[in-house]
């Protein structure tokens, strides 16, 4: 069965730092791969997605991330973070009809 | 833009109470999630249900849990006999389709379990 780890339960960087939120994934087949983000009292917000194709994959809000098989990792990274990405990140992988995602990684950004 | 809709925002229970927590998917999706998140622990899967069937399900989806789309509208999670370690922010979602389509979610149930 599929599953997640992502390294760091918290990261803290300053405002205008890189951010890099780390993803490590295990999967029996070509995964399919999710960041999420959470913010305070609400949902589940898709960041970004890898299925398959291009290994680069960009998404909302400057947010990209990058599918390296030999690692079988999917970190995401944010060159220059905002005060308004603090929120609780989820790393997701998909082999068939569920998701299972990561513990989270929660992000504060220090002005 | 279309969304996930999830009602009661919260809801309050006694311990061996029935609850039913309702979800409208995006009405052209085919496939249905539910999720649970503990206070401060990661988000589980619960189970998926496509075709009018559960197509999977986790360890933790037991006897007590079951799902349902009465309508074409309405997808429901009952838990029978809730007991305390019930109490998380359950989450549906749905899909267009397997896999290589994003789950929207709902914004969430809170249950509390008293």
């Known amino acids: 069965a599929q599953s997640v780890t992502q390294l760091g339960s918290h990261v803290s960087v300053s405002e205008g730092a890189l951010v890099l939120l780390r993803c490590n994934y295990s999967?029996?087949?070509?995964?399919?791969l999710f960041w999420y983000v959470q913010y305070p009292n609400q949902g589940l917000q898709l960041l970004l997605k890898?299925?398959?194709?291009?290994?680069l994959v960009k998404g909302i809000n400057g947010f990209e991330a990058e599918f390296k098989k030999s690692e079988t990792s999917f970190h995401l990274t944010k060159p220059s973070a905002h005060m308004s990405d603090a929120a609780e990140y989820f790393c997701?992988?998909?082999?068939?009809?569920?998701?299972?995602f990561g513990a989270g990684t929660r992000l504060t950004v220090k002005p | 833009e279309p969304e996930v809709t999830q009602t009661p925002s919260h809801q309050v229970t006694q311990m061996g109470q029935e609850v039913i927590l309702r979800c409208v998917p995006i009405?052209?999706?085919?496939?249905f999630y539910w999720y649970r998140q503990i206070l401060g622990q990661k988000v589980e899967f619960l189970v998926s249900?496509?075709?009018?069937?559960?197509?999977?399900k986790s360890e933790i989806f037991d006897d007590q849990f079951s799902v349902e789309r009465p309508d074409g509208s309405n997808f429901t999670l009952k838990i029978r006999s809730t007991k305390l370690e019930d109490s998380a922010m359950y989450f549906c979602?749905?899909?267009?389709?397997?896999?290589?389509?994003?789950?929207?979610f709902g914004q969430g149930t809170r249950l509390t379990v008293v």
């Open positions: 979602a749905s899909s267009g389709q397997a896999r290589n389509t994003e789950a929207f």
């Open positions: 890898y299925t398959t194709g291009a290994t």
């Open positions: 249900f496509y075709n009018n069937e559960i197509s999977e």
């Open positions: 997701a992988v998909s082999e068939a009809y569920d998701m299972r």
């Open positions: 009405s052209n999706h085919l496939y």
């Open positions: 999967s029996s087949v070509p995964p399919y």
